[in-house]
């Protein structure tokens, strides 16, 4: 029997992505919790604004590379384009170990943004097709504790810059990839739905006429427009989560980033490791009686970030500090294990790459404007108030998702 065709082999496919997914966020996050030490031999990241710059050119590279990413992934064989994408974006961070300047990490950002924007769309649109019935949410789920087990990790950056170099974090991390780019083209196999579910790409299979049809199929859904909306708006406190959490414990409890960065990425990693499971068994379980249970699971996890907000941009102790990043990690980690699972009761196969890829362009947009911003408010003294402001898009979010999403199928199969 082939290794694919395996009953536990779809299970496995999820193994393997997550630690891609580590990798993935690992890589990307590192960089926030090192300020104080790069800063040192490249004195313009003194200034916030400049590093919130660093941080945004990931964004915008990776936000307007998403869409191309799903449209790709939708075409080709998904495997070799997640090794490939693993491959760069691992040798893009080798390399940001022997930068010098801030023109030279300002480039290999905006090429990490390339490259690894071609993950996510393919990665969770792969899953997709091993996991049909109701195990979906919980895979896609299970997938993405390895993006918050990565984010924690990334917090580590600074402690190995700290003990050795910020070079050597980024050399070490990066070979890491390199190496299990390996152990993915041994085990990793490409999954493409049936025949008859993928006849929507027979008749232009290639070109511009083919991409054509699924932007057509897909911005000419109402119901798409607001799944984009539902997905973007939360972004603003996820990535300015994401990225200035570090620089929120420092400043809020006063301590050292060398402590403050692991203590926030473990603090939102290990809650957001329970929203998405609690968020995929609760999601896989209400499906069954209630179609509209993945939306229901989603919203009660935008809902917990509203007080959460507040929490992190007024709290000035512990209890309160560690108790918003909780909170937050909860409810948005049930968020995010339900967004392909709820796509996949819109969008067809042979679209969801494509789908996925433009929730991601528009979600990454919203960060990069939300991580500038944020990068000012640090200047002026008021990034904790700023963060509690994001809690209004999310509300307004949570509001339009449940007026107006109501799908009539659990796993949408044609156009």
């Known amino acids: 029997m082939n290794l694919k065709e395996k009953s536990w082999y779809p299970w496995l496919v999820v193994a393997l992505l997550w630690m891609v997914a580590l990798l993935n966020y690992m890589d990307r996050q590192m960089l926030s919790t090192m300020k104080s030490s790069i800063m040192g031999d490249i004195s313009e990241l003194e200034s916030a604004e400049n ?154 299979s290639s070109g511009f006429r083919s991409i054509a049809h699924s932007l057509s199929m897909l911005l000419g859904t109402a119901s798409f427009w607001i799944i984009l909306f539902y997905f973007a708006t939360p972004s603003f406190p996820g990535w300015g989560i994401k990225n200035w959490l570090p620089t929120l414990f420092s400043e809020s409890l006063q301590i050292n980033m060398s402590v403050a960065g692991p203590l926030s990425t473990i603090t939102i990693a290990i809650s957001s490791f329970i929203g998405v499971l609690t ?34 941009g007024f709290g000035n102790g512990l209890i309160s500090i560690l108790g918003g990043g909780v909170l937050f990690g909860i409810g948005f980690g049930m968020f995010d294990a339900n967004n392909m699972p709820i796509l996949c009761q819109f969008v067809s196969p042979g679209h969801r790459a494509a789908g996925y890829g433009l929730m991601n362009m528009t979600g990454v947009f919203s960060g990069a404007l939300v991580t500038s911003w944020l990068g000012k408010s640090t200047d002026a003294g008021s990034l904790g108030p700023d963060i509690a402001l994001l809690a209004i898009p999310v509300a307004a979010a949570i509001a339009l998702q449940l007026l107006v999403l109501k799908p009539n199928v659990t796993d949408r199969t044609e156009d």
């Not at 939708?74 to 930068?99: E, P, Q």
């Not at 600074?158 to 390199?178: K, M, P, Y």
């Not at 068994?281 to 809902?303: E, M, P, Q, V």
């Open 279 to 312: 968020g995929g068994i609760i999601a896989d379980r209400w499906i069954g009686i209630n179609l509209r249970g993945r939306i229901y699971t989603g919203a009660i996890g935008l809902s917990l970030t509203i007080p959460a907000l507040v929490l992190l």
């Open 51 to 204: 590093f919130g710059r660093l941080m945004a050119v990931f964004l915008w590279i990776y936000g307007l590379m998403s869409p191309l990413a799903g449209l790709v992934a939708d075409r080709i064989n998904r495997k070799w384009l997640i090794i490939g994408s693993l491959g760069v974006w691992s040798f893009v961070t080798l390399m940001m170990g022997y930068a010098t300047s801030f023109s030279q990490l300002y480039v290999l950002r905006a090429v990490m943004g390339v490259s690894e924007a071609l993950y996510i769309p393919t990665g969770l649109a792969l899953i997709a097709d091993y996991h049909r019935g109701n195990t979906r949410s919980l895979a896609v789920g299970i997938h993405m504790t390895g993006l918050y087990t990565g984010q924690a990790l990334g917090g580590f950056g600074a402690t190995v810059a700290a003990n050795w170099s910020w070079q050597t974090a980024f050399q070490s991390f990066g070979l890491c990839g390199i190496i299990y780019s390996v152990v993915l083209i041994l085990l990793l196999n490409e999954k493409r739905a049936s025949k008859v579910e993928t006849k929507e790409l027979k008749p232009s």
